[in-house]
Nanobody
Framework: QVQLVESGGGLVQAGGSLRLSCAASGIDFRRSTMGWYRQAPGKQRELVATITSGGNTNYADSVKGRATISRDNAKNTVYLTMNSLKPEDTAVYYC???????????WGQGTQVTVSS
């Protein structure tokens, strides 16, 4: 079955950086659109960034200029690098994957990112 395993979350000071990783298995990774989403307490899950199989990227306005999504097809892994972190970036970050569906079809278990002021 499809498994997405996130790692790299933790406690970071405001202004700091982090890199999240998501290792995928059980899916044709090269054909997949991968994405990072986040959910803060009391809020709905929201898009952070996506990257298509062709490498096209899309970012939420709230992270543009601070986030970079990338993928390594040889490692079946997608990354999210975020700089200049703000307390409002605090959330559980989820990795998602899809191939032909409109919405993400598969999700990881999430990794907590906490940004202290």
């Amino acid at each position: 079955q499809v498994q997405l395993v996130e790692s790299g979350g933790g406690l970071v000071q405001a202004g700091g950086s982090l890199r999240l990783s998501c290792a995928a298995s059980g899916i044709d990774f090269r054909r997949s659109t991968m994405g990072w989403y986040r959910q803060a307490p009391g809020k709905q899950r929201e898009l952070v960034a996506t990257i298509t199989s062709g490498g096209n990227t899309n970012y939420a306005d709230s992270v543009k200029g601070r986030a970079t999504i990338s993928r390594d097809n040889a490692k079946n892994t997608v990354y999210l690098t975020m700089n200049s972190l703000k307390p409002e970036d605090t959330a559980v970050y989820y990795c998602g994957a899809k191939i032909t569906s409109v919405s993400m079809a598969y999700w990881g278990q999430g990794t907590q990112v906490t940004v202290s002021s």
